[in-house]
């Protein structure tokens, strides 16, 4: 029974157009630079990394430049972007309702994305709410979302495991994920956010979520030390999740999780992984390369 639930959550991935889905995080990698990086400089790397065909590129974030300064310039970025042969669609990380109307604003952009904690003390850490007035705000920015044509994804930040001492289990994360499905939420990332997530602690996410709720795509947002990316990656992959989040070099990390960050998930990692499981893609990895020296430029 387990197993014939296992395959009808893929094949609605499959269906959904996310056979294996790479989601380019530059505003992950870029965040927690101190050192403001010029607006030229920034359209320059994602007009390059628009040429990838990435399914999504996670930007920018419409959030208080207080909070994120790096992100203060994600409006003139923006206008700087040519989308006109690219496919990848745009995600802009919100932290309130008004960061939600200013994305929704522009029409280049495709999905809103808002870090949902499964803990209590990240929630206030991260975008300074409870739980439950978090909830209320993913509600919120869903209806907003929907009314401008755009979606909202749903990071369950904390999915794989709590360094605060609270309590945490794959129930735990099925319980949110499911309240936040009877929302309408359809793209739920799950996020370990400190590098906390065990191939195992993976497995049993992925392998407990997916078949409970076929309706939904789930996501994996893994930050990682250098040498564990591919148990990572393959725990994922074979507990059925087949949308990733990456970092070309694993660049950046949660300026709000802890001082020292641990990296993304590194894209050519993430390629890497599907060329040598020869699982079909359309990227340009030419353009990818291209990319991937202008990263390296940009971040030293």
């Known amino acids: 029974m387990l197993e014939s639930q296992h395959k009808k959550a893929f094949a609605h991935q499959i269906e959904s157009g996310t056979g ?16 403001f990086i010029h607006t030229k400089q920034k359209i320059k790397y994602l007009n390059a990394l628009l040429k990838v065909n990435f399914h999504t590129l996670d930007f920018g974030s419409f959030v208080s430049p207080k909070a994120i300064p790096q992100m203060r310039d994600t ?57 439950d007035e978090s909830l209320v705000l993913v509600e919120r920015l869903h209806q907003m979302a929907e009314s401008a044509g755009k979606e909202l994804v749903v990071y369950l930040s904390m999915g794989f ?18 309240v936040l499905a009877g929302i309408g939420i359809r793209i739920l990332s799950v996020s370990d956010t400190v590098g906390v997530a065990t191939n195992t602690s993976i497995s049993q996410v992925f392998e407990l979520l997916i078949p409970a709720l076929p309706e939904v795509t789930f996501g994996a947002h893994l930050h990682t030390l250098p040498y564990q990316w591919f148990e990572k990656i393959d725990a994922a992959y074979k507990a059925g999740c087949r949308r990733f989040d990456g970092a070309i070099r694993g660049f950046g990390g949660c300026p709000m999780a802890k001082d020292e960050l641990t990296g993304n998930l590194p894209t050519e990692k993430l390629i890497s ?16 390369e291209s990319a991937y020296n202008e990263a390296l430029k940009l971040f030293g």
């Open 20 to 35: 294996f889905t790479i989601v380019e995080c530059p505003r992950d990698a870029m965040q927690g630079i101190k050192t």
């Open 75 to 131: 409006a003139e970025v923006l206008a700087g972007l040519d989308m006109s042969q690219s496919k990848t669609r745009l995600l802009a990380i919100v932290a309130n309702e008004r960061g939600g109307e200013q994305a929704c604003s522009y029409q280049q952009i495709s999905y809103l994305g808002y870090p949902f904690s499964i803990s209590e003390v990240f929630q206030k850490r991260n975008t300074n709410k409870s739980i």
């Open 161 to 178: 495991g709590n360094p605060y001492g609270e309590k945490w289990s794959p129930e735990i994360v099925l319980n949110w994920s499911k």
């Open 273 to 288: 992984y599907m060329l040598s499981e020869q699982i079909p893609n359309n990227l340009n990895l030419l353009a990818f």
